[in-house]
């Protein structure tokens, strides 16, 4: 995508100077023939255009093979007590709390749904649910772009291929082979500390411990 804006920028950039250039003179030269410096800047222009195209056909290729995801992540961050964090999310509508310096969501998850939880998910992960939240890496599993939360789903979803997870990350639909990968959770002097530079993957596709169906239309 970045490559395509600055393709387009370079090929604007281009046209204008060519635009500049032709205007300075008439190009018609008394005799009636074409001004060879006109036709050379016009020439020139066509293979600035020509190239600037094809930059931008590799640079989105690049970017469909390597696409680039935000945030960085490595570290432990404390978001404050499974209280307050719950209390946050239900203040946001449900909304999962976004942390971009850490590159994940806290999404909270029901407790009703635990005892299916207890029957998908290894006893590593139980540990962060019991709690009633879950830590999802905003990386894609398919090709590692950055999920989005779509409000009028209630789902994210990936803008990239259109992969989309329920509110606590199972896969629902698209081409990423599970659901998103997620980080620890622990308590650390009452408060949650999510550690970043441990990842669990996602579950299985067909993993759906909760029911929470789309609210609306989706967003990719
Ligand atoms: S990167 Fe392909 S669906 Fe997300």
Redesign the pocket.
């Known amino acids: 995508m970045i490559g395509l804006v600055v393709a387009g920028i370079v090929a604007l950039g281009a046209a204008l100077v060519v635009g500049m250039l032709t205007r300075r003179r008439s190009g018609v030269e008394p005799d009636g023939r074409a001004d060879p410096l006109r036709r050379e800047v016009v020439q020139r222009g066509i293979i600035a255009l020509f190239a600037a195209a094809l930059a931008g056909v590799v640079a989105s290729a690049v970017d469909y093979v390597w ?1 680039s995801v935000t945030g960085t992540t490595g570290g432990r961050f404390r978001v404050g007590t499974p209280a307050a964090v719950r209390a946050r999310i239900a203040g946001a509508g449900g909304k999962p709390e976004y942390h971009l310096h850490g590159g994940f969501y806290l999404a909270e998850y029901p407790a009703a749904d635990l005892v299916a939880a207890r029957r998908a998910y290894p006893p590593g992960q139980l540990d962060s649910l019991d709690l009633g939240l879950v830590a999802l890496s905003q990386k ?1 599993p ?4 950055a999920v989005k939360w779509c409000r009028s789903s209630g789902w994210f979803e ?1 803008p ?4 989309r997870y329920s509110p606590v990350g199972e896969l629902e639909r ?3 082979p599970r659901g998103l990968d997620r980080h620890p959770l622990r308590l650390v002097g009452g408060q949650v500390e999510v550690d970043t530079a441990a990842t669990y993957l996602g579950p299985r596709p067909g993993t759906h411990t909760t029911d929470q169906p789309a609210k609306g239309p989706h967003c990719y």
């Open positions: 696409p894609c398919h090709l590692g772009c990936c990239c291929h259109g992969s698209g081409p990423s």
